[in-house]
C-alpha cells in the first residue's frame, strides 16, 4: 500500500487528494522506487490549476524525487535493488510514497550527494544548467539579471553564474530576501515589487543592460524585462509564477534592440539519456565541489501537499522545498 496525493479537476490547491494505493509490480524497463524525499517545483501548480495540460484525470503531480529501488522489472540491467536514484521527468507521478518509473528517467546517485539535496537539486539544477550553458553560455564578465534570485532555481543560477564570472543582478520580491539573494551572490539586489526593476538595472550598468535576463516570473515582469536587455541580447522566459505571458509583440523586440527571446524546457534539453545523464553529472560535480549548494528550507509532510502549495503560491518560500513521505 502506498500514499499517493491526486487530483481529480484543475483548481486551487484543495483540489489536491490523499490517497492510498496498490502498486502494481513494476513492468518491463522499470523499477519501484521508494522515495525518501520529493520536490516541490512551481511546474508542480502549473498541473494542478491548468496551465500546463495534464495527460489525463485523475493525476499525480510531482516530477523530482529521490529514493532507493526496491523492485527491478523484467529486462532492467542497470539498476539493482538497493540502489539510489534520483529523477526530474515532466510525467509527474511524485507525489507519492512509492512509484513505479521507466527507468530511462532515472540517474544513479553519487555517495556524495545526500537523498534530500538531491531531490531539492535534480529538477533545479538541470533546469539552472540547461538555462545557463545551453539556452545562452554565461561566460566571463558578462552581465545577467536573475528574476526571483532567492527562489531555488533563483539561488543556483546566481551561484553558478557568479562562479562562472558574470556579473549578477537579482530580483526579489520583498525585501527580507534580499539577503538571501546577496549570499547567493548577486552583485546588486532589486526588490521589484518596490521599484523600477528596469530603471535601477540601467542605472547600475550605467546604460549598459544585461546579455540575458532569466524570467521565471512572466506576467508580472513582462513587458519590462526586455528594458533590461542590451541590443541582441536575449530574454529567456522559463517560468510563470504569476501567471503567463499572454499576446507577446514580436514587434518589441526589433523596438527594444533587435532582441532574441526563448521559451525553453526541460523536458527538450533530457530528450535522450545520453543527454540526462551529462547534465546531471555537471550538475552533481558544482554540488560536490561547493560552487552551488542548494538549501533545504522548507519541508511538509507528503499528505500536507496542498499545505506547501499555498506556501509556494503565496511567496512564503525560500529555497527549495521538499515533501517527505
Not at 160 to 169: E, M, N
Not at 187 to 201: G, L, N, R, W
Not at 308 to 316: N, P, V, Y
Request: hydrophobic share 40%.
Amino acid at each position: 500500500m502506498s500514499v499517493v496525493v491526486r487530483f481529480y479537476e484543475t483548481g486551487a490547491p484543495e483540489v489536491l487528494r490523499v490517497e492510498d494505493e496498490d502498486l502494481a509490480p513494476p513492468g518491463p524497463g522499470q523499477v519501484q522506487i521508494r522515495h525518501q524525499a520529493i520536490g516541490v517545483n512551481f511546474i508542480d501548480t502549473y498541473f494542478r490549476t491548468g496551465i500546463n495540460k495534464v495527460p489525463q484525470l485523475p493525476f499525480v503531480p510531482g516530477n523530482e524525487a529521490a529514493g532507493v529501488v526496491t523492485v527491478v522489472g523484467p529486462g532492467v540491467t542497470e539498476f539493482k535493488e538497493g540502489d539510489r536514484v534520483v529523477y526530474a521527468t515532466t510525467t509527474g507521478g511524485a507525489y507519492a510514497e512509492m512509484r513505479n518509473l521507466d527507468t530511462r528517467f532515472l540517474i544513479p546517485l553519487p555517495d556524495s550527494i545526500d537523498n534530500r539535496t538531491a531531490a531539492a537539486a535534480c529538477l533545479k539544477g538541470m533546469t539552472a544548467h540547461y538555462l545557463l550553458r545551453q539556452s545562452f553560455r554565461v561566460e566571463v564578465g558578462q552581465t545577467i539579471l536573475v528574476h526571483a534570485a532567492s527562489g531555488g532555481v533563483g539561488q543556483i543560477l546566481c551561484k553558478w553564474a557568479k562562479h562562472l564570472g558574470a556579473k549578477v543582478i537579482g530580483t526579489v520580491g520583498s525585501k527580507k530576501k534580499v539577503a538571501l539573494a546577496k549570499a547567493a551572490g548577486c552583485d546588486e539586489v532589486i526588490v521589484y515589487t518596490d521599484q523600477d526593476f528596469a530603471a535601477a538595472v540601467k542605472s547600475y550598468t550605467q546604460g549598459g543592460l544585461c546579455d540575458v535576463v532569466y524570467d521565471g516570473i512572466g506576467q508580472a515582469t513582462y513587458p519590462a524585462s526586455l528594458d533590461c536587455i542590451k541590443p541582441r541580447g536575449l530574454l529567456c522566459a522559463f517560468g510563470n509564477a504569476s501567471g503567463p505571458i499572454r499576446n507577446f509583440d514580436l514587434l518589441l523586440l526589433a523596438q527594444k534592440g533587435s532582441l532574441y527571446v526563448t521559451r525553453p524546457t526541460l523536458a527538450t534539453f533530457t530528450a535522450t539519456r545520453e543527454q540526462l545523464l551529462a547534465m546531471a553529472q555537471e550538475v552533481f560535480s558544482v554540488i560536490s565541489s561547493g560552487v552551488v549548494e542548494v538549501p533545504v528550507r522548507q519541508t511538509f509532510a507528503l499528505t500536507d501537499a496542498a499545505q506547501a502549495h499555498r506556501a509556494l503560491e503565496g511567496r512564503l518560500t525560500t529555497g527549495a522545498s521538499l515533501l517527505l513521505p
